[in-house]
């Protein structure tokens, strides 16, 4: 049995569009990266919806970002740390106290489907464990359910999924790890642009739809 959908509020942290995926800035301009940006912010919240979780947070990002967070159903909140790793640790205290246990997804994920977040929360046994999402390169986690009640300090960036392990371990607290496709494939690089669209083709198209213009 999988944690209970209605105990559950995801956080994605955002930048502002314009901001976001600068590496790919010789490939894209910027109103192009702000589109592509959107776009897999769209399918990470779609795919939320589409797992019957009723609540997600979006925190930080500009005032489209807190559109499309709003026009979706969901809590757009503002920026609350210094850095990423701050505001998910300020954002995860406050879902506590809320009642709430919490997953974090970036959003930046274009292959991610409900069923991906489903299997996130099927490895929680009903809230018995921390479940930790590798991402693909990079050593880095695109997906964490912290069940109510159960410490853990985010500490996201390259290498993070072995720093949240060995955290784990010195706390003694469980971990299931979730692999899952949906959950591996960040976009950051123009290489990953390339290959995605090897695995999904006309994918920058869906999610640029006026990259042509």
């Known amino acids: 049995m999988m944690i209970e959908t209605s105990s559950v509020v995801p956080i994605i ?9 600068t590496r790919l800035a010789r490939q894209l301009t910027v109103e192009h990266r702000a589109e592509l940006v959107a776009g897999m912010l769209w399918r990470v919240i779609n795919a939320i919806r589409g797992a019957s979780i009723e609540m997600f947070w979006v925190i930080g990002g500009d005032d489209r970002v807190r559109a499309l967070t709003r ?3 969901g809590l757009w909140l503002e920026e609350m740390g210094s850095n990423l790793n701050d505001t998910l640790n300020k954002a995860f205290d406050r ?3 809320e009642g709430y246990s919490v997953m974090y997804l970036p959003g930046d994920l274009p292959f991610i489907k409900s069923s991906d977040i489903h299997s996130l929360m099927r490895s929680s046994v009903r809230g018995n464990n921390i479940t930790l999402a590798p991402a693909r ?4 986690t695109n997906g964490i359910l ?3 009640g159960i410490p853990f300090t985010p500490q996201l960036g390259q290498r993070s999924f072995a720093r949240h392990l060995a955290q784990a371990a010195a706390s003694e607290v469980s971990v299931a790890i979730c692999y899952s496709q949906g ?4 976009l950051d690089t123009v290489d990953d642009l390339e290959s995605y669209s090897h695995m ?3 994918l920058l198209n869906r999610l640029i739809p006026n990259m042509d213009s």
Not at 137 to 140: E, M, N, S, T
């Open 137 to 140: 390169r990079d050593g880095g």
């Open 71 to 73: 026009n979706m159903d």
């Open 183 to 186: 959950l591996a494939f960040d």
């Open 13 to 21: 942290p955002m930048k502002p569009l314009s901001e976001g995926k």
């Open 95 to 97: 879902a506590f106290r």
């Open 146 to 148: 912290i069940p109510n």
């Open 200 to 202: 999904e083709p006309g």
